[in-house]
């Protein structure tokens, strides 16, 4: 680095103050994340369930099939990494989506590489969430995967109403909190596979109605990515 770019650099770090895309904490550039939260990034390693995103080791779901056809994602949604999500939730941060959107291309050019996507889409909120947040963290996250793959970013999907948080509800009412909530708007989707992308899959309860609305519409294939993936607990007969 020559003594133009570090003086560039120091002034930039006076202006915009570079922080873990975790924790937030004041770190030094250029780095993104702080030395203690990498240590505490829960990676997904691979080979991993196409139908849970979990490592093999860990996978317990018996191959259980959501509507979309397959999932994965870098991190389990825990320790660091649940930091770097809620994070992206509060607040606007290129450097996050964009460090996201890279750990997220590798898995999905890993696990997606022998498919064609045609289209990348998102989870979408509604408008009055989104006039409130000012920003949708899941289409910046698609935009900037998007952007990373060379694929066109639509806006495929529409949320006609909120719904209760999903975290406030039960695990059974989860699926029908979402029924009937999102819809296509873009007809165009028929016959063609489309990567989904959101920020965190806890039940996939949201993620599967999405995919339900763009299976109905006509849409081959739906490969979900997100950052992270809510671990399940194994249970105990299936320990091995
Ligand atoms: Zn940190
Ligand atoms: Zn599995």
Redesign the pocket.
């Known amino acids: 680095m020559t003594r133009l770019q570090k003086v560039w650099q120091y002034l930039v770090a006076i202006v915009l103050p570079n922080r873990c895309i975790c924790c937030g904490e004041l770190i030094p550039p250029p780095d993104t994340v702080c030395l203690a939260c990498e240590t505490a990034l829960s990676v997904i390693k691979p080979p991993i ?1 196409p ?2 995103a ?1 490592t093999k080791a860990d ?1 317990s ?1 018996r ?1 259980h099939r959501h509507l979309y056809d397959k999932i994965a994602s870098p991190f389990y949604y825990e320790n660091s990494a649940k930091g770097g999500v809620l994070r992206l939730k509060r607040i606007e941060d290129p450097k996050a989506v964009n460090r996201f959107a890279d750990m997220m291309c590798t898995v999905v050019k890993r696990e997606y590489g022998e498919e064609h996507i045609d289209r990348i889409t998102y989870v979408p909120m509604t408008g009055h969430a989104l006039r409130e947040r000012e920003f949708n963290q899941s289409k910046s996250l698609a935009t900037a995967v998007a952007k990373r793959l060379a694929l066109p970013v639509t806006d495929t999907l529409v949320k006609l109403y909120e719904t209760p948080p999903q975290k406030k509800l039960g695990l059974r009412t989860r699926s029908g909190n979402v029924l009937g909530v999102f819809d296509v708007t873009d007809p165009s989707v028929r016959g063609q596979t489309i990567l989904l992308v959101d920020d965190v899959v806890t039940t996939g309860a949201t993620l599967n109605e999405c995919a339900k609305m763009l299976k109905l519409y006509g849409a081959k294939r739906v490969l979900v990515v997100t950052v992270a993936v809510r671990k399940y607990e194994k249970k105990k007969d299936e320990i091995t």
């Open positions: 369930c139908y849970c979990h996978c779901c191959k």
